[in-house]
Every structure is written in C-alpha cells, then in structure tokens.
C-alpha cells in the first residue's frame, strides 16, 4: 500500500481532500508505549511540520529532569495516515523527538535512535539498507481481571478457545468447538473463532497503508497472528507500533481485549515476535551466497555470531519484561538455544527454507513484542555489524529438534543459551554494550537499566506469588 503524502505540500493537499479536523501527533516512549497530542487542523502550520512542536520531556518516564523538561517533536509528514476509529477525521503523523539544549535529536528517543543505527550501518561499510520483518502474535480474551495488593495478588483471564469452558453453561447451550491447549495451529471454523475479527483486523491494516500478507489462529488458546510485508528498520518499528494499534483498537470495540504479552496462560504457548532481517549494499543481499549452508554467506553468518556473542545484552531490549522469560522455556516452541539452522523452528535463529538471492535473510525467533522495536530492531542490528566486522562465528549449524534435549545435554555440548531471567539480561547490558556505541549513548543505557530495575525487576522480585504459597507456605 505504502505512503500517502510524501512531503508537507502533499499532507496539506491530503488533509483538505480527506476533510481532516485534527492532527495527532505521536511518539514512542522507552517502554514502547504510544503517547499523542492533538492539534486542530487549523493550527498545524508548514513550519510546525518542519521544526517541530514543544511538547514536556519531563512528563515522559525516565525522560527529561524538570529543570530542562522543554523538547521538541519532530514529525514525520511521510508516515501519515487516517486514524480509522476516531468520530472526527483524524490524521495520525508519527514523530521523532529532537533535543534542544543538545542541539541534535535527542539521545533517549527510540525511533532516533533506530535512525542513527542506520547511518552507523553505512559508516561502517556494511550495507547501505536494512530489512527487518516482524511477526507479532497475540491473544484475544473476552475477559482480563488482576489484583495486585499487599496483602493478596491475582489475575484471570478467559478465551472462548479455553480447555476450562468445555463443561461450563453458556446460555444458548455449550457448542464444545474449542482448540484447546497447544491445538489452535491452523484449525477451521468454528474451531477458530477469530476469523471475521481477524479479517477486519487486516482490512483495517490495508485501509491505514500497510501491505498484509495473511492471518491465521496460532497455536495458543485465542492466540492469532497476523503477516505483514518487511520494511526497512524504522518503518518496520514504525509498522509494529500501527499494528499493535489496530489490533487493540478493533478488538476492543468488538467487546473483547486483545494481549502481545508474552505468557498470559500457563502451560501453553506465548507469544512471540520472530524477526526476519537482512542487510543490502549497492542494490544486493549481502546475506546470500549460492550453494553455502541454506544460502547463507559470511556475512549473514558472522552476523548471527555477533547477535549470539551479545545475546545477554540484546535481550534486555528484545525481551524486556519479566514476563518474557517465562515464555522462553523448553516445552512450548520457545527457542532459547543460541544456534542456527535451516528450517529447524527449534534454533534461536532460522534460515527459511527455499530463500534466493533477494528473499535470503535470518528469522531471529527469541524477541517478544514487550520489546521496544525502535530499540529492539537496533539492538539486533548493531551486534550483527559487530559479529561481520569481527568474524564471529556462531554455534551450529544444528538440524536436530533442540527442544529435545535435556539440561545435561546442552551444557555438554556446550552450547550458549538466552538469560533466564530479564536481571540476568540487564546485567549482561550493563557489563556488555560498547558494541552498542555510539548508537546508543552511555547515559542512555544508564537510563534504561535503571528505568528496568525500579519499573520492572524489582517489583517483581518482591512480590509474593500463589505458587511461592503452594509450595513454601506449610514448610
């Protein structure tokens, strides 16, 4: 589909044709999160869309102190697009944020950051574009409750697809077409229940610009995804934060609430964001070369080494919740095992099967969508140029299912593996990441992990769980 407006003359035209009566500008905070300002179309002037609008850096967490709160969105005109659920004709631009005391776009801002990767890229005569192509998974439940207090915590959620309603009254009688646990991988209605909600889920992704491939019911219960065509590295975060919006949006105003939380049922799958990525130079995949292992070149295999060599660091922003770790796991198609393998889904990095010269690429099937892509796509990018300008050479190739093995196993062969915990990740940032340098600053990566300790770790490991209770209380 691509863009709609090319540059501020056209936005203006787009604009009046469209009718359009406000403007919303949007930015991507550190978590990840969206947050928006709306201007009346009558007061977004050429040199706003040019310079900029002031907005509180210091109301944004782990941002801006109070004494120099004032910052400056800087939008995008060429990412515009109608907002498909507002009652009055709304354009959504997305933004960057600019510095103004540094005088340079500001150094704790995802999307500049993502950007300033890129000319990192061609600084370092690697490549000139980067690819990137997210699959972002996700659950659909028809309803959420948690408690979370001193004295007593709980949460329940429930899907149609659930294996505890096989037996439950439902007014108008119990139908029992339900995929339960681990069955949901492609089945046809009624077992698959999402197929209209997921249809005007992927008309809406068109109707915004995005180009969708397909959408199916995954493995879960009331778990789905849906396919998007791959972007170069901004765009590609850009389209990931677009189809977390639709997705919830369309969701919530069919009366349900959909969740790219990586582990909200026990004992059954979660949800991931496998990463397809590739590097071009001069009009040419860097990543292929005919007749090597799945098509593989150096290059590509070098920078798999280099993402596998930093993979503490890198999951503390491809796997940035503490929840995202009782996703990775053996059991439940969760690769944490550092190796590489054609076709082989149990390896942390995939080589798809039947690839040529322009579609060779590397699926990276560990990140979650808890990840910041900004940040995440970045991340990945960086330690991958790290691996090429340094040869490192992965683990593998391993075509055996490595879901198969045992603990005892792995550490014999001595092969690496994800932290298990997000500490263990933000630790590993915090002793590795020059490779990281200077994408991202060092009082950025200072921000961060604190900003994952006081928001994320800390409270976790203080918190008292049912299970502790199950099994330390009569001690």
């Not at 681990?182 to 915004?208: C, N, S, W």
């Not at 939380?261 to 130079?281: A, C, E, L, R, Y």
Request: glycine share 6%; with cysteine; charged share 25%.
């Amino acid at each position: 589909m691509g863009k709609f407006v090319s540059n501020t003359e056209e936005f203006f035209e787009f604009c009046k044709e469209n009718e359009v009566e406000f403007v919303d500008f949007r930015f991507t905070d550190i978590k990840g999160a969206w947050h928006h300002i709306s201007y009346r179309m009558s007061a977004v002037t050429n040199d706003q869309l040019n310079f900029g609008m002031p907005f509180d850096g210091s109301s944004i967490d782990a941002w801006q102190p109070i004494n120099k709160s004032d910052m400056i969105l800087k939008p995008s005109v060429e990412t515009a697009f109608l907002d498909p659920f507002t009652a009055d004709s709304t354009i959504i631009v997305i933004c960057s944020v600019y510095d103004i005391y540094k005088e340079e776009m500001y150094a704790k801002c995802p999307r500049s950051i993502a950007k300033a990767s890129l000319k990192y890229l061609a600084e370092a005569n690697v490549g000139d574009v980067a690819y990137f192509g997210p699959e972002n998974e996700y659950f659909i439940f028809e309803d959420v409750k948690v408690k979370d207090a001193p004295n007593e915590s709980s949460y329940s959620v429930d899907t149609e697809d659930g294996d505890w309603n096989r037996s439950i009254d439902i007014e108008g009688g119990n139908m029992a077409h339900i995929s339960g646990n681990k069955g949901g991988y492609f089945p046809a209605a009624p077992v698959d229940k999402g197929v209209d909600l997921r249809a005007e889920t992927m008309l809406i992704l068109e109707q915004i610009g995005l180009t969708v491939m397909l959408g199916h019911h995954e493995v879960a219960q009331g778990q789905h995804e849906i396919g998007i065509v791959y972007d170069t590295l901004v765009e590609a975060a850009d389209n990931v934060q677009k189809l977390k919006y639709v997705v919830k949006m369309v969701t919530h105003l069919n009366g349900k609430t959909a969740t790219f939380m990586p582990k909200p049922i026990h004992g059954d799958n979660g949800n991931g964001m496998h990463v397809h990525q590739s590097i071009w130079k001069d009009g040419v995949n860097t990543f292929y070369t005919e007749g090597n292992y799945g098509n593989l070149s150096d290059e590509a295999r070098w920078y798999a080494g280099g993402i596998f060599k930093h993979a503490f660091a890198i999951a503390a922003f491809t796997n940035a919740s503490t929840n995202s770790y009782k996703r990775l796991v053996p059991g439940f198609e969760a690769p944490s095992i550092l190796t590489y393998s054609a076709q082989n889904r149990s390896a942390a990095c995939r080589v798809p099967y039947g690839a040529g010269a322009p579609a060779t690429r590397l699926e990276m099937r560990f990140p979650d969508s808890t990840a910041n892509p900004y940040l995440a796509f970045a991340a990945m990018m960086m330690a991958g140029i790290d691996g090429i300008k340094n040869k490192m050479e992965p683990v593998g190739p391993m075509d055996e299912d490595l879901f198969e093995l045992t603990l005892d196993e792995i550490r014999e062969k001595d092969i690496p593996q994800m932290p298990a915990t997000l500490r263990m990740a933000v630790e590993g940032l915090i002793k590795d990441h020059k490779f990281l340098q200077p994408v991202f600053t060092e009082d950025f990566i200072t921000t961060y992990q604190h900003y994952q300790y006081e928001r994320q770790i800390w409270p976790y490991e203080q918190r008292p769980t049912a299970f502790e209770f199950k099994s330390t209380y009569s001690c």
